[in-house]
């Protein structure tokens, strides 16, 4: 089976311009999770959905960042405009469930870096 | 609040055995053990649920003390393969906290 499947898997672009990452979850896995990984702070939840519907935002770090999950099987985070310090690698992991008892499988990231 | 890990870091030699601790300042239901290798995405070793359950299939074993909210992730007869960083990860509802890793170098 397909694992998460993530677009691009590298990404260097300008301060202010717009990022967009995507990810593909494993089909029939119903929660969508997006990390962010850095030396200092390192992997941070940022936003999860479940069933498409977005359930706890409370780790985007601020309004530049937004998500998006149109159908079961995509998702879009956007930076938009991107700053240096938004230079990290982001994951984007899905669960079959929730709950304490499951499993989160994680795709292989995108290193973004803004100049 | 993420969960505390012990040691930052250690150094092996092939067939050594190391102890990775994890402890969190809030009551536990599970604890989640990821590894992750230099640039790839964490990989999922074990779950240790309350009561003991444990689910995984590494040859890499752990304990949970739930009274005193730790864990501890047990390399026995360490192999080059472990070489990564671990991670443990609480779980609060649908969502886990990550601690901030342990980087572990074993060397032939």
């Known amino acids: 089976d397909a694992g998460v499947i993530q677009s691009p898997r590298h990404e260097v672009t300008e301060m202010g311009q717009e990022v967009t990452l995507r990810c593909k979850p494993i089909?029939?896995?119903?929660?969508l999770f997006w990390y962010r990984q850095t030396m200092m702070r390192g992997l941070e939840l940022l936003i999860y959905?479940?069933?498409?519907?977005?359930?706890?935002d409370s780790g985007m770090p601020e309004d530049r960042f937004s998500a998006k999950m149109p159908n079961a099987s995509f998702s879009t985070l956007k930076i938009q405009p991107s700053e240096p310090r938004d230079s990290a690698v982001y994951f984007c992991?899905?669960?079959?469930?929730?709950?304490?008892?499951?499993?989160?499988?994680f795709g292989p990231g995108t290193r973004l870096l803004v100049l | 609040q993420q969960p505390v890990q012990s040691p930052q870091a250690v150094i092996l030699r092939e067939g050594e055995d190391a102890v990775i601790n994890c402890s969190s300042s809030?009551?536990?239901?599970?604890v989640h053990w990821y590894r992750q290798k230099h640039g790839e995405a964490p990989v999922f070793l074990m779950i240790?649920?309350?009561?003991?359950e444990q689910k995984g299939h590494e040859k890499i074993s752990a304990s949970f003390n739930e009274k005193k909210q730790q864990s501890s992730l047990y390399l026995t007869a360490s192999q080059l393969s472990y070489s990564g960083t671990y991670f443990c990860?609480?779980?609060?509802?649908?969502?886990?906290?990550f601690g901030g890793g342990t980087r572990v170098l074993v060397k032939p």
């Open positions: 990860g609480q779980a609060a509802g649908n969502k886990l906290t």
């Open positions: 959905f479940n069933n498409n519907v977005p359930i706890d």
């Open positions: 992991a899905s669960s079959r469930t929730s709950g304490y008892q499951e499993t989160q499988y």
């Open positions: 089909s029939g896995h119903d929660y």
């Open positions: 240790l649920l309350k009561g003991g």
């Open positions: 809030k009551a536990l239901y599970s």
